[in-house]
């Protein structure tokens, strides 16, 4: 049986799929190291939407800050997904 994720994972899981591709535009070298480490950090926050842990993980510091800004903003085809991760985590906070 399928399991069944809540807002906060199925956006946490489209961002990973957001980073993924980013990581086949990367092949190899330095990028695709610090593309990995992206990937490694939103996979974190996926874990982390399973016990509903994602602001303790933040602690204060936006997702782009975590992902790493500098990253995301050479890479503006992820922040659909960093959006809609927000906009989770904002809807829950108003639960």
Known sequence: MPRKRNPIGIAAGKLILAV???LGVAAA???AVHAQR???RARTLLQASESSSVPSLLDGRSV???LDSGWVETHPSV???IAALVA???????V
């Open 79 to 81: 922040e659909p997904g």
């Open 38 to 40: 992206v990937l490694h």
């Open 29 to 31: 070298g330095p990028e």
């Open 64 to 66: 782009v800050e975590y």
């Open 88 to 94: 989770a985590l904002s809807a829950n906070e108003k």
């Open 20 to 22: 993924q591709n980013e």
